[in-house]
């Protein structure tokens, strides 16, 4: 077991010299923007509502002055918006919009240095995108005001099922160990062998370490509850920890429920996109709140109208402090629903239901058991990294247990390495002996959710 000394200097480590040498190399003014934060969770939601509505008009003059692709496309007049129902003037983005415009949406004033990100997120449609320092701030703002609900701090120790990357070299898998270790973090690989022998490995991980977050993608976290139930494990005491937190992919009900009994604390989504950071999180009282300090969060019906209060609609996302690549009324792929009745927890923030989530299944052959299909997400991020053009957007539909089907919509210009290397990286996760068949198409159609999945069981 991990004595408190040892406990105490990784915070140490942590919080007095990782994240603020981080936060210097990215130039992030964390501290002063945490306050800031702590601070708007504070107002009335008269005055967070006023707040917002200065962020958006300032981000919609910015992003008219600074970037090409928003002097064509928004008109003049969403500069002078009086309330937040005036953003409809504005179109909306898709994620098709942001593949093919990624450089016309990069802003001339950034704030502080301009960073890039790539997804090819749980619509399947690969993406690039960018944001700058303030914007990279804020997001890790909001994620720690959210926790600061749940008596935590940024540097606080965190268990982490989560994936790394697919390069298969000893030097990432050490990069990678090291900066989790840096953050005071345990991290689990959930891509390789996440089965029974492995999850008792993260059992004896939580009883060594207490960590005070356990922090997860939902399907793996559903598979950790399940074990601890069929194992009789519950955790006790100084061994529960403060939070128990998913993103990413959905969590059944059930499987909340049997986290919350065998984990000691209650289970906790978090709601957010690639793209956009942080949406929302979790309060005592079970309910998600909207960071409108953050982002603007429109639901839309399928006629282009917004939805009323309470109603299952499309979620539409607006960035407030991106100023290197703002995102103007994205249409992120999920529904929801907004409410506008106060919660018992006194914040002032809206609230929101999640009704679609980043939904993924776990893959099962006949050689692995249990692999998230987010996998799959790694392998196209693995061809974006490498500069391996090809892929647009992608579906992998298992066909039977050591069968798959991979369609593919081509980019231009198109590789002809990039099916054969995404097929070669699926053998290296999922078993050699599966059979993959790969076709392509012009487009591969929503489902009645309103998402693209990247992963379906048709079997």
């Keep these: 077991m991990m004595l408190p000394g040892q406990r105490a200097v990784y915070a140490t480590v942590a919080k007095r010299l990782y994240f603020p040498m981080v936060d210097r190399s990215k130039g992030s003014p964390f501290p002063d923007r945490l306050a800031e934060g702590m601070r708007n969770q504070r107002l009335s939601p008269k005055e967070l509502a006023a707040l917002q509505l200065d962020r958006l008009r300032r981000i919609l003059t910015h992003a008219r002055e600074t970037t090409p692709y928003y002097q064509r496309t928004l008109p003049e007049a969403v500069e002078r918006i009086d309330a937040l129902s005036d953003l409809r003037r504005a179109p909306f983005i898709t994620k098709n919009d942001l593949f093919e415009n990624r450089e016309l949406m990069r802003s001339t004033r950034p704030k502080g ?97 207490r960590p005070r977050i356990i922090y997860s993608y939902g399907s793996s976290l559903g598979k950790l509850a399940d074990y601890f139930d069929r194992k009789g494990y519950e955790l006790r005491g100084a061994q529960r920890p403060k939070m128990v937190e998913f993103t990413a992919d959905h969590m059944f009900e059930s499987e909340q429920q049997i986290g919350a009994r065998v984990f000691g604390t209650r289970v906790c989504p978090a709601y957010g996109s690639s793209e956009v950071g942080g949406v929302s999180q979790m309060c005592r009282e079970g309910r998600l709140h909207i960071s409108t300090d953050h982002v603007v969060v429109e639901t839309v019906r399928e006629d282009g109208e917004l939805a009323a209060p309470g109603e299952t609609a499309q979620l539409v996302l607006t960035t407030l402090n991106n100023f290197g690549a703002p995102l103007i009324r994205f249409k992120v792929g999920d529904l929801g629903a907004i409410f506008d009745e106060p919660c018992r927890c006194g914040l002032p923030f809206p609230t929101m239901k999640l009704v679609s989530g980043k939904a993924a299944d776990l893959i099962t052959t006949s050689e692995k058991e249990a692999v998230s299909a987010h996998l799959l997400d790694y392998i196209n991020l693995h061809l974006m990294k490498h500069g391996i053009r090809g892929v647009k957007q992608f579906l992998v539909e298992q066909t039977a247990k050591d069968a798959f089907r991979l369609t593919m919509v081509k980019d231009q210009p198109f590789d002809e390495r990039a099916p054969e290397i995404f097929a070669a990286k699926m053998r290296e996760y999922l078993g050699e002996r599966i059979a993959i068949t790969t076709t392509y198409v012009g487009e591969i159609p929503l489902q009645t959710t309103g998402k693209r999945r990247y992963f379906k069981k048709v079997f």
């Design 113 to 209: 240095q301009i960073f890039s990100g790539s997804t090819s997120g749980s619509t399947g449609i690969a993406s690039k995108f960018y944001f700058d320092s303030e914007h990279s701030t804020w997001v890790e703002v909001i994620r720690w005001r959210g926790r600061s609900w749940w008596g935590l701090s940024r540097g606080d120790s965190q268990l982490v099922l989560w994936s790394r990357p697919v390069e298969g070299s000893q030097w990432v898998e050490l990069t990678t160990w090291a900066k989790y270790r840096l953050r005071n973090c345990i991290q689990f690989d959930t891509f390789k062998d996440f089965d029974d022998a492995k999850l008792e490995k993260v059992y004896r991980a939580i009883i060594r370490e």
